[in-house]
């Protein structure tokens, strides 16, 4: 299938009109980065596009019986007003417009993704439509890139896209096994299982030893055995290739910067930013998760009637699960790389939980709570048929501007 067919039957615009950034230097250190991870031969590369689509995050695709890079810059928009809106609230946490303008980041998103439900997109884009603080619709003038590079944090978003792309390049390594991937999994693996051993070991020392003056914490020992038998387990098949793809980002951009003469504390101080990236992909995947799941629960009451009490329900606790995702997904691969590559993360953690502490709890203040009782309802009387669909697809797109 050929890239224009696989966008037109999926749906999706595929005309980059709304963001661009002609940036030929990043370009040729993609393809630098591709060629160090991959091992590739001289003037070969993996096929990259740039589209614009609801399916909003970069990903890995076969087309034509090759692996092709989805380059989607409609994520990258939205990235880059969230970084923009991060360091406002650094300087002026008491600024309500912040709060409003997630919130309008979060409609957008939602109402992006929603395509296999036209009409819960629909009643989210009229939710979006009708905030009075809203990221600029499509039509509008909105160029997040000048206003990243006069705020002075466009290099963060950089280094945010650097890591984005070695990332999605690690998913072929890893489905090719080759020299980096298989050296990375099997110390992830290695890594896992001796850090099991310790804290079992550790753990029954906790009756002996003072914990304020040892810190030696069960309940945080418990946790991070079970981070490491998750990733162990791979149920899902993913969390374990995720996690490699994130270490083998880490460690070809610090190789990158090392080579461009920076030394391991200035090493540290740029891959912290990538915290930001994660921080971004985490709230909109819980929030898409959490709608989600609210709307599955809201569609069959009875069988969900016990989803907040019963602890076998699939659907019990599902709200309060995100922020451990968040955790894993930052320590798992930064503790990791730091084992593997001795560059230090001391301060990329301070930076972490100043940034995060009040951060975090602003960022669900965002989620859209507020509109439960209003879009559900909607959506559960509006009709399920082709027309009804197409219908709700449509009026989406016009409030939205695709």
Partial sequence: MKLKEYLTASGHVWKDIWFRDNNDELQALFNSLENYILELGPGEHIPFYEVYTSQVYPKTIILDGQNCILWDNHFWRLFGHFINLFFLFQDD??????????????????????????????????????LSHKIPSHNENDDIIETLKRSGHFEKFNMCRIFGYCHEIAHIAIKQNNTLAWTVKNFVVKNCNSNIELCEFIKPLEQLLNKEKHGIDSKKLDLQIKI???????????????????????????????????????????????SLFFLFTWWLASNERFWDTLRKIYEDPVAHDDCFVDEKNPYYRFGEKTTEELSVRINFPFGIFSNYSKIPIDNIRKMQNLQFKEFIPFLKKANGYDILDIVLPKYSVSKKDLTSKMYHQHKRDKIVGW
């Fill in 93 to 130: 946490f008491r600024n309500n417009d912040i709060l409003m303008y997630l919130k309008s980041l979060q409609l957008l998103f939602l109402s992006s993704r929603f395509d296999r439900v036209p009409a819960l997109s629909r009643f989210l884009a009229e939710e979006y439509k009708k």
């Fill in 228 to 274: 490491f038998k998750q990733v162990l387990d791979n149920k899902d098949g993913a969390i374990l290739d995720e996690m490699c793809c994130d270490v083998i980002a880490l460690y070809t951009i610090s190789t990158y910067l090392d080579i461009q003469g920076k030394n391991h504390r200035q090493i540290a101080d740029d891959l912290g930013n990538i």
